[in-house]
């Protein structure tokens, strides 16, 4: 459970506080909304673990939010809470990417099984992780730019998953060696060189996005394109 974070969406301030208290006191990391203007952002800068999301929301149906970021392709678990109780509103809320759906009124116990529950069958899931554009499947071991799945040879995937793992964090042409290479004892710096233009080439053809800067004598650092 140690640093799992869930996020909360609900209009409606005492529930919201509710479940921030009931929820941290698990152990869970919690993040607390109103509406979802700000859960995009956290959503690139967080690892979440599970959206529990209310659907009358201002602005955005929940549900609908919900398509959106699946279509995006994030992948982590929803747990619907809402007044919407009707057979046709819960089908239409699994229909728009929810795990699970929870009606208002609900028992707090009941909701703590249920998260429980869904983080431990997803904890055997699709792996998949978001760094700006790109996204990482796990499962597939693919990496996809904006959508469209990049052609990498293992020893470019290899190279990308480690830059993806150490965002922001400068990188010693060694470190790459020693790390992505197993013949690295017999291996030359500049070849890390060669590699990184190769792959480069392939997930920023036009230069613009600049994932991978090179430092001068000391290494390359990844950092994720956002618009």
Same mark, same amino acid.
């Given at each position: ?28 990391? !919690? ?18 673990? %599970? ?7 201002? /602005? !955005? ?11 995006? /392709?994030?992948?982590?678990? !929803? ?18 990417? /929810? ?18 529950? !869904? %983080? ?39 190279? %990308? ?9 400068? %990188? ?46 000391? /290494? ?8």
């Amino acid at each position: 459970m140690a640093g799992e974070i869930v996020v909360v969406v609900d209009d409606e301030e005492d529930i919201l506080d509710l479940l921030e208290y009931t929820l941290s006191k698990e152990g869970y990391e !919690v993040i607390a909304c109103k509406d979802t203007k700000n859960v995009r952002f956290i959503l690139e800068e967080e690892d979440v673990s %599970l959206l529990l999301m209310d659907r009358n929301l201002p /602005g !955005v149906e929940g549900s609908e939010f919900v398509a959106e970021i699946r279509k995006e /392709g994030y992948d982590f678990p !929803v747990i619907y809470i809402s007044a919407k109780d009707s057979n046709e509103d819960v089908l239409e809320g699994f229909e728009r990417g /929810g795990d699970d759906y929870i009606t208002k009124p609900f028992d707090l116990n009941i909701l703590k099984a249920r998260i429980k529950a !869904v %983080l431990k069958r997803f904890g055997n899931a699709i792996e998949v992780k978001k760094e700006g554009d790109i996204l990482y499947d796990a499962t597939k071991k693919s990496f996809s730019i904006a959508g469209k799945e990049v052609a990498l040879t293992k020893l470019e995937h290899d190279l %990308l998953l480690l830059f993806f793992q150490n965002k922001e964090t400068l %990188l010693s042409r060694e470190e790459i060696l020693q790390e992505v290479w197993e013949d690295h004892d017999n291996r030359q710096p500049k070849t890390v060189n060669v590699a990184i233009k190769r792959l480069k080439e392939k997930i920023d053809p036009t230069g613009e996005k600049n994932y991978i800067t090179s430092v001068r004598g000391e /290494g390359y650092i990844f950092k994720a394109y956002k618009e």
